[in-house]
């Protein structure tokens, strides 16, 4: 049985950097960032990229599934919107394969500062610290975890547990 472990969180909550510990703990695994599949220049958000990010995603996490090299395909992603998560997972061949949900999140001065650390997030158009970035995540169907006072590797290796389970 293969998993594909989909990430999901505000940015700054540690998405990227979990999954890269992830990448050191579960056997046969690829990553598939979806910053990757939108890494534009300007950074535009309207219907027709959200449409290529949807399309990008499905096509590579397809082609990982289906590749017998890979047991574990974990997917860092970024979208307030479950119901695209759950369009992305129907439009996967999922034969064989668990999906595990997680959200990350932390408190909003741990955001902020790791958020300003970071090079790449400050060139987005749109504002990552908009309120609504902090309850979005809350009714999503996915396990929960709090980084806040918890390293990269510690949050990885809960959720290499989880999955283990």
Not at 84 to 94: A, F, G, R, T
Not at 96 to 117: E, M, W, Y
Request: aromatic share 8%; with cysteine.
């Amino acid at each position: 049985m293969k998993n594909l472990i989909i990430i999901n969180g505000a940015a700054g909550v540690g998405k990227t950097t979990v999954s890269m510990h992830l990448r050191e703990i579960l056997p046969k695994n690829v990553m598939l960032d979806g910053d990757w599949c939108w890494f534009s220049n300007p950074y535009i958000v309207n219907d027709e990229t959200k449409k290529m990010w949807e399309r990008n995603l499905s096509f590579l996490l397809n082609s990982f599934i289906a590749c017998s090299e890979f047991d574990n395909i974990i997917a860092p992603i970024c979208t307030r919107r479950e119901s695209m998560i759950q369009e992305l997972v129907n439009s996967l061949d999922m034969t064989n394969t668990v999906a595990h949900q997680f959200v990350l999140h932390c408190s909003k001065p741990i955001r902020k500062k790791r958020v300003d650390g970071d090079q790449s997030m400050r060139k987005r158009g749109a504002n990552i610290y908009d309120s609504e970035w902090e309850t979005v995540f809350d009714n999503m169907p996915a396990q929960k975890i709090d980084t806040t006072n918890l390293t990269a590797k510690q949050v990885a290796e809960i959720i290499a547990s989880k999955i283990d389970s």
